[in-house]
């Protein structure tokens, strides 16, 4: 018999990347998608197969984390030997605009899920997507030990997330861990984080359709790492002999000053001719400085970040001239939503 996984947010970015691993490993993977007007699975269609297909292994449900009636039945009928919450309103500057669904998602999501593996009375391991917004004001270099100080709706809301796992792994002796993830990058980050919005622009002013990228704050500082190695160490979590908590990162400081420049200079381009400032693109509350110490992660899981900053900028770069070269879509559509949909 194949092991069960649930994975809530599999139509995110690591949710794709983690239900790809899952299925290698010959997992039956079960997923929570959101009902929309359009397609919203572009970054797991290559991995669906009909489930009329008896070779079928990955299974799509409708159901949203706002819903826990819903995730009761959906737990109780799949019965999952592991379940990944990854759904979250994940964008930090988005939350100071929708604090309260924010809090929804991202905080009393997790604990409408901890109360359904309870209630459905399923045996699960249960990872919950913590990240290193926590730590928000407090200096690096961060690990398991380092008090939180959260710094937007959506860092307070993983805090909440954070304390209600610990909690119920003590109260109900549940195998729940929290993953403490620093930046993690690839093609398929959502467009309006940092790095994907630079490597986007990058590629799209290289081919001559795009002439200014506007910023805001480029003095802050991330550990950004490569999205398909964190889904490992975060399957390792959930295999490990005890539930334990863990911080994953590389450990490697890098600017947003420093990812324009590594992504310019890739494409033989200057990042200050093109870079523009926009006060819009601030935070009210900023968080300057995230480090990560990946010591237990790799001492207790033997899980290691090996993609650095500039080899993460050169493929994504890659990635993006690639698709904007491939891609059937009309880009000054793109263009113009770019407005609005930029955070
Ligand atoms: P992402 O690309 O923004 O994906 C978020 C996922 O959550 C999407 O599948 C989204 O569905 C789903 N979702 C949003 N609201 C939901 C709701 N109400 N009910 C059910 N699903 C909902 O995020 P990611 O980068 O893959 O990150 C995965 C998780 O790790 C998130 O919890 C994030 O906060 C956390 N995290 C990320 C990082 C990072 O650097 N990437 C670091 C630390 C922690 P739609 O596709 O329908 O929108
Ligand atoms: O910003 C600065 C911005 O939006 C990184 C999420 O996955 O990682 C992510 O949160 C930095 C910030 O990611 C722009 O002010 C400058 O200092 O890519 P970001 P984030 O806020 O670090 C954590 C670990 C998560 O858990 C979150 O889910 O870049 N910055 N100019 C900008 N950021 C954006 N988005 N757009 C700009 O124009």
Redesign the pocket.
């Known amino acids: 018999m194949s092991k069960r996984a649930f994975i809530t947010g599999i139509t995110g970015q690591d949710g794709s990347y983690l239900a790809e691993l899952l299925l290698k490993k010959g997992y039956e993977v079960h997923g929570l998608i959101r009902r929309a007007s359009t397609f919203n699975t572009s970054r797991i269609d290559h991995l669906y197969v009909d489930p009329h297909d008896p070779s079928a292994k990955i299974f799509l449900h409708y159901g949203d984390l706002s819903d826990g009636a819903r995730l009761v039945t959906l737990l109780a009928e799949i019965d999952p030997d592991e379940v990944y919450n990854l759904g979250a309103q994940?964008?930090?500057?988005v939350s100071f605009d929708e604090p309260e669904h924010t809090a929804d998602t991202t905080g009393t999501g997790t604990v409408r899920l901890l109360e359904a593996v309870r209630l459905s009375g399923i045996e699960t391991r249960f990872y919950q997507a913590s990240?290193?917004?926590l730590y928000g004001a407090t200096p690096p270099p961060q690990n398991e030990e380092t008090p939180f100080y959260p710094r937007s709706p959506?860092g307070a809301a993983?805090l909440y997330s954070y304390w209600i796992t610990k909690n119920y792994r003590e109260a109900y002796g549940m195998f729940a861990v929290n993953g403490i993830?620093?930046?993690h990058e690839s093609p398929r980050r959502g467009e309006?984080?940092?790095?994907r919005?630079i490597t986007r622009a990058v590629a799209a002013i290289k081919v001559g359709r795009q002439e200014n990228l506007?910023?805001?704050?480029?003095d802050?500082i991330?550990d950004w790492g490569y999205a398909a190695e964190y889904v490992e160490g975060m399957w390792r979590m959930l295999q490990a002999d005890e539930p334990d908590d863990y911080v994953l990162a590389t450990g490697l400081p890098c600017t947003?000053r420093d990812f324009l420049r590594l992504s310019f200079d890739y494409v033989g381009l200057n990042w200050e001719n093109h870079v523009r400032f926009d006060d819009r693109?601030?935070?009210p509350t900023?968080?300057d400085a995230l480090i990560g110490d990946p010591t237990k992660a790799r001492e207790k899981l033997g899980w290691k970040a090996t993609v650095r900053p500039d080899e993460l900028a050169r493929l994504m770069v890659d990635a993006d001239i690639e698709m904007l070269e491939h891609s059937g879509r009309p880009w000054s559509d793109e263009v113009s939503l770019e407005s609005w949909r930029?955070?």
Not at 90 to 93: D, I
Not at 192 to 195: G, L, Y
Not at 214 to 218: A, F, I, K, Q, V
């Open positions: 994940s964008h930090v500057r990240s290193s917004e959506y993983k993830l620093f930046n309006t984080f940092v790095t919005k506007y910023m805001g704050n480029l802050a991330r947003v693109y601030l935070r900023e968080v930029e955070n």
